[in-house]
């Protein structure tokens, strides 16, 4: 991977964690629960948590899920990074990237369905649908500025 595309996919991936922390963060902030979301997630994933009653909001458990939900859109970001270079060279590859957006939102819902069904009665699915689409669209407004010509040819293609 060249340079370019490996610092393009961090701050993308970066810019989709911060937005979704940030989306949770107010949201627990409001519910006068800061960290709540992220140390409810750390101690599901982490310590084996299954009653919500239970969660005790450590600084550990907060910067364990941190670290994982970084390296997961970090993973995200540089997987989109490549492909965009990729269709650089060749814009038809743009439905590979709207396939993978379109994937990753339905992605987290169904893994939090398959490790923990349970977290559904605690945290609201639609906050988490909004989340990811405010992450996404985010992130392709990032990778739109740095691809402007390869998004104007596919719409070319396509027309």
């Known amino acids: 991977m060249h ?8 701050i993308g991936g970066s810019l989709g964690a911060l937005v979704v ?3 949770f963060l ?3 902030v409001s519910a006068g629960r800061p960290l709540r979301t992220p140390a409810l997630l750390g101690a599901t994933l982490f310590a084996g948590l299954r009653d919500p009653a ?3 909001i450590t600084a550990r458990l907060v910067l364990e899920y941190t670290v994982l939900h970084w390296g997961a859109f970090l993973g995200f ?8 270079a990729a269709a650089d060279s060749d814009p038809r590859m743009l439905f590979v990237v709207i396939m993978l ?6 992605f987290a819902l169904v893994l939090i369905a398959v490790l923990a069904e349970w977290l559904f009665e605690v945290l609201a699915w639609w ?3 909004l989340a990811n689409l405010l992450a996404g669209v985010v992130m ?19 027309e």
């Open 54 to 56: 239970a969660l005790h």
């Open 127 to 129: 906050t988490l649908v």
């Open 101 to 106: 957006f379109s994937c990753f939102e339905v």
């Open 26 to 28: 107010g949201i627990d």
């Open 3 to 10: 340079r370019r595309t490996v610092v393009e996919g961090t």
């Open 140 to 158: 392709l407004g990032f990778f739109f500025r740095r691809h402007r010509g390869t998004w104007h040819e596919f719409l070319v293609l396509t």
């Open 21 to 23: 922390a940030a989306w």
């Open 77 to 84: 970001g540089l997987l989109a990074a490549a492909l965009l």
